[in-house]
């Protein structure tokens, strides 16, 4: 798609290299698309590298609802050590050889660490504590908590386990694994609770991003690639992959588009529906409530 300097409309999705955060990446792609409103559906840490989904233009209404859809991962896990951030960025606080943790006891607690649970996220991270972020203030040597709160793994499956020795001389156990988790779910977390548990001790020492919703890393581009031929999801078509699709007549599109509440019946969808006219435009998102449809954003 050629390069407008008004910004076309639609998601990019982005190969993020490791070393960029999430900010960087758009602050990129506002040069790309020469358009300043531009923003992404999750962030991933500096360390992870894939799946990032970016909004341009009108695209950035549907990040929020983006947002909350199911991600899956690659990741290393290091057994033997602890990390401040739970991760390979962060200063090692402890460490503690993994050699007699067997396999049975590592598959015990991952079965643990799956399906619906309680999750204390990483201090080091975005979330807010009385409007300031964890991470600000675990570097201004704050000492807090945060609440545990409920997330879903689907999948959570360890490949292979390898031997391996620490810089410090440590014997170390590193694990490769997938992980399909709900919206709010740190993999760091998993990984410092699966050391935790086994009692030796863990943290994250490579992410990949491979997926958000129905986006993977088969749709995405390197920012080189992008910075040579930008790749934009029509904003139609990207709604229709991520949410379930409703077309409607033109007297419905029309009151749609005019704020009106349609009646809804049999929709049964829970969150958010993608509503079409009968030319294929992309109207609105709505959601269900007391048989109406209530609309969530209107693109028309």
């Not at 993994?98 to 996220?121: F, H, K, N, T, W």
């Not at 386990?161 to 014997?171: F, K, L, P």
């Not at 890393?217 to 930008?230: D, F, W």
Request: charged share 25%.
């Amino acid at each position: 798609m050629k390069r407008r300097s008004t910004g076309p409309d639609g998601l990019v999705v982005v190969d993020k290299p490791s070393g960029f955060t999430s900010h960087d990446v758009v602050a990129k792609m506002r040069g790309i698309a020469r358009t300043r409103r531009v923003g992404h559906a999750g962030t991933l840490d500096p360390m992870a590298t894939g799946v990032l989904v970016l909004g341009v233009e009108k695209a950035t209404r549907l990040l929020g609802h983006l947002a909350l859809t199911e991600k899956e991962y690659v990741a290393t896990v290091r057994l033997g050590q602890t990390t401040v951030t739970d991760d390979a960025e962060g200063e090692v606080t402890s460490s503690a050889a993994a050699s007699a943790v067997s396999r049975e006891d590592i598959d015990a607690e991952v079965a643990a660490l799956s399906g619906a649970i309680m999750q204390v996220p990483s201090k080091v991270s975005a979330i807010k504590i009385d409007g300031k972020r964890s991470y600000s203030r675990v570097r201004e040597g704050e000492d807090f908590e945060l609440d545990a709160r409920p997330v879903t793994v689907s999948s959570f499956v360890v490949h292979e386990v390898r031997e391996a020795t620490a810089e410090d001389g440590t014997a170390v156990l590193d694990l490769d694994a997938t992980v399909v988790c709900s919206s709010g779910t740190y993999v760091r977390a998993l990984a410092r609770d699966l050391g935790a548990g086994l009692g030796v001790g863990g943290h994250l020492t490579a992410l990949r991003r491979t997926r958000v919703g129905p986006y993977g890393l088969e749709a995405a581009r390197t920012l080189e690639q992008l910075e040579e031929s930008l790749t934009v999801m029509p904003i139609a078509e990207a709604a229709a992959a991520a949410f379930p699709r409703w077309d409607v007549d033109e007297k419905q599109a029309r009151l749609l588009s005019n704020g009106v509440r349609l009646d809804a019946p049999g929709l049964g969808e829970p969150g958010p529906i993608a509503v079409f006219a009968p030319d294929g435009r992309f109207l609105a998102l709505v959601e269900e409530a007391g048989g109406k449809a209530k609309s969530l954003a209107v693109f028309a």
